[in-house]
Structures are given as C-alpha cells and as structure tokens.
C-alpha cells in the first residue's frame, strides 16, 4: 500500500514570496490533514478536510495561508506571501475516516526555509 | 481543553537500558491516546494507541504504554534500548477528530 506522498520535500523562498505544497492521501482515506511544524514543537493542525469539504481550519492563518482539496484526493496548502516565522515543516496525514481513535497516516512532509 | 505535556524534552540512556518517556495529559473526557515517533526527514509512524479496554497497550518496536488515569498520565516504555530507538517521540491526545500533539522528546542511545 502506497503511503501519504508530499512534495517538494525541501523548498528555500524569500519573504514575501508565496509557495505550494502538494499532498497525494492513502487512496480511499477520506480525511486528510495538514500540519506545521516548527523547529522543536509538535505538529500543530491546521486544516482538516473530508473528503473535499473543510472541518476544522481553525488555525490556519487565513490573510496568507490557504488549502484546497477540490476532488476530495490530493490536496494543496499555499502561502501568500510567506514569513520568516513559516519556516518549518508542513505535514499532511489522512486517515480512513476523522474519528478520533483513527490512525493518521503521515507523510515525510516538506521542509520550508525563508529567508 | 485538551493538551499533553512531555516531560524532558531530552533523554539518554544507554544501549540495552530501560527507555522511559513521559506524557501526562487533561481531558475533560475519557481520551484517546496516541505515541507517534518520528525519524529525521521523515514523518511521524504511529508507535501504539489507547482507545478503549486493557489500560496496557503494546506497540511496534517493542514498546508499551500504560494507561493510567489517576495519574493522567500515558508512559511509553521499552525495556531494552537498541540503537535504532534514536529519533523523537511525540505523544498526542483527541478531542473530538482533533489530535493534539505535546512538544516532543527527543531520545539518544548510547553506544
């Protein structure tokens, strides 16, 4: 079985300039998750899909982060324009279904430096 | 609210030592409980969970965590530390579909 598929792994911008990331779930998982992750935190969710609808994107800062999951499989998190403080490592994960005893299924996630 | 609270953000032990990582948490409801580990450049692999039934779960690698909720707590023990233990440990509790991750420790195995 495939599993979660990010890409880039790595990507260097310069404040002020935006970036995308790409996520390819676990085929048939209909939840999917993206995460940031600073340097020495946890993981902090920042937006919740099912399948193309969005549940939870409570912190997700709106004025330059955005996320789209338009067929409800692979989905893509945008930054416009980026800050120094969102250098770190974004994470998407999907699981089966959002229970909260589910299993999320993470991807090696893409590092992102600004400078 | 939730949260989860990792105490020592650093441990060493020994190679074959017992590996000990702790993890208390509030819940205002019964939790689910999660420990992921995480090895450099990668992502995060799902060590062991607790949802429901016997306080004692065992996980990959060799790892168990116990349940206790007098204490809030859900430690995650090995009883023989191998080299390849080396990498970061987050523990993480739901609410609701939302995990809630602590800030991690990082375990180094000494040779």
């Known amino acids: 079985e495939a599993g979660v598929a990010q890409s880039p792994r790595y990507k260097i911008i310069e404040k002020r300039q935006s970036v995308a990331f790409w996520c390819n779930p676990i085929?048939?998982?209909?939840?999917l998750y993206w995460y940031q992750q600073i340097l020495g935190q946890g993981p902090k969710l920042l937006i919740q899909?099912?399948?193309?609808?969005?549940?939870?994107d409570s912190q997700l800062p709106k004025d330059r982060f955005s996320a789209e999951r338009l067929k409800g499989v692979d989905s893509t998190l945008k930054i416009q324009p980026a800050k120094l403080e969102d250098s770190a490592v974004y994470l998407c994960?999907?699981?089966?279904?959002?229970?909260?005893?589910?299993?999320?299924?993470f991807g090696p996630g893409t590092r992102l430096t600004v400078l | 609210a939730q949260s989860v609270t990792q105490l020592g953000s650093h441990v060493s032990v020994s190679e074959g030592a017992l590996v000990l990582l702790r993890c208390n948490y509030s819940s205002s409801v019964p939790p689910y409980l999660f420990w992921y580990v995480q090895y450099p450049n990668q992502g995060l692999q799902l060590l062991l969970k607790?949802?429901?039934?016997?306080?004692l779960v065992k996980g990959i690698n060799g790892f168990e965590a116990e349940f206790k909720k007098s204490e809030t707590s859900f430690h995650l023990t090995k009883p023989s530390a191998h080299m390849s233990d080396a990498a970061e440990y987050f523990c993480a509790v739901t609410h609701g579909n939302q995990f809630y991750f602590g800030t991690g420790t990082s375990l180094t195995v000494i040779p």
């Open positions: 085929s048939g998982h209909a939840t």
């Open positions: 899909f099912q399948n193309n609808g969005v549940v939870d």
């Open positions: 607790y949802t429901t039934g016997a306080t």
């Open positions: 994960a999907s699981s089966l279904e959002p229970s909260g005893y589910n299993e999320q299924f």
